[in-house]
C-alpha cells in the first residue's frame, strides 16, 4: 500500500505561481512512476505531468508545457505552477504506479493504482 497526500492548493490570480506538494508514504519502494492529474468541474479528469521513479524522465501534458515542472525529492513529489491561466483551475490529485509495465513515465490514468486526495487549484482574473 502507498499513501498520497496533497498539499499546496489555493486561489490565486492569473498569471501567479503555486506549488503542489504531494508526500508518499507505505511501500514507497513499489513506487515505480508518479504523475499530477487534474479534474475541473464537470470534465473528466485529465493528465497533466508525470516523472519516473528517479524523477529524471518526465512528460507533461501540451497545455502545461513550458509553465508547470515536476519534481521528485525522495518520496515527495511536486508541482511547481507558473503563469496559471483561469483554464488551470482544477482539483489536482497526484498519483503513484505500481504497476510493472515498460514505460518508466505514463499519461494514462489507468495505469495509476494510487491516489492522493486532491488538493484545490482556482485561478481567478
Known amino acids: 500500500q502507498v499513501q498520497l497526500g496533497e498539499s499546496g492548493g489555493g486561489l490565486v490570480q492569473a498569471g501567479g505561481s503555486l506549488r503542489l506538494s504531494c508526500a508518499a508514504s507505505?511501500?514507497?519502494?513499489?513506487?515505480?512512476?508518479m504523475g499530477w492529474f487534474r479534474q475541473a468541474p464537470g470534465k473528466e479528469r485529465e493528465f497533466v505531468a508525470a516523472?519516473?521513479?528517479?524523477?529524471?524522465v518526465t512528460e507533461y501534458s501540451d497545455s502545461v508545457k513550458g509553465r508547470f515542472t515536476i519534481v521528485r525529492d525522495r518520496n515527495t513529489m511536486y508541482l511547481e505552477m507558473n503563469s496559471l491561466e483561469l483554464e488551470d483551475t482544477a482539483i489536482y490529485y497526484c498519483?503513484?504506479?505500481?504497476?510493472?509495465?515498460?514505460?518508466?513515465?505514463?499519461?494514462?490514468?489507468?495505469?495509476?493504482?494510487?491516489w492522493g486526495q486532491g488538493t484545490q487549484v482556482t485561478v481567478s482574473s
Open positions: 516523472c519516473s521513479w528517479s524523477g529524471v
Open positions: 507505505g511501500r514507497t519502494g513499489d513506487t515505480y512512476r
Open positions: 498519483a503513484a504506479s505500481t504497476r510493472a509495465i515498460a514505460a518508466l513515465v505514463s499519461t494514462q490514468l489507468s495505469d495509476y493504482d494510487y
